[in-house]
């Protein structure tokens, strides 16, 4: 819901360490790591450059914020 409503303002957030490391191919074993992939399929990345000045960062805000 909140990835949706930035995408309409502009604000393009990306997946931060998506897939959870453990359900990465190139490892030679799989471990349960319930944390890490709950974590792995929640947390967002928010813009941050120099283009994202003291008004972008309120708007942001006030996006996040409004999402019941």
């Known amino acids: 819901k909140l990835i949706k409503r930035l995408k309409k303002y502009n604000v393009f957030p990306r997946a931060y360490f998506s ?33 994202v000045n003291d008004d972008v960062m309120k708007k942001i805000v006030e996006i996040c914020n409004s999402i019941k």
């Open 19 to 51: 897939p959870s490391l453990n359900l990465l191919k190139t490892n030679s074993y799989y471990e349960n790591c319930p944390i890490s992939e709950k974590l792995a399929s929640s947390v967002i990345c928010l813009p941050l450059h120099s283009e």
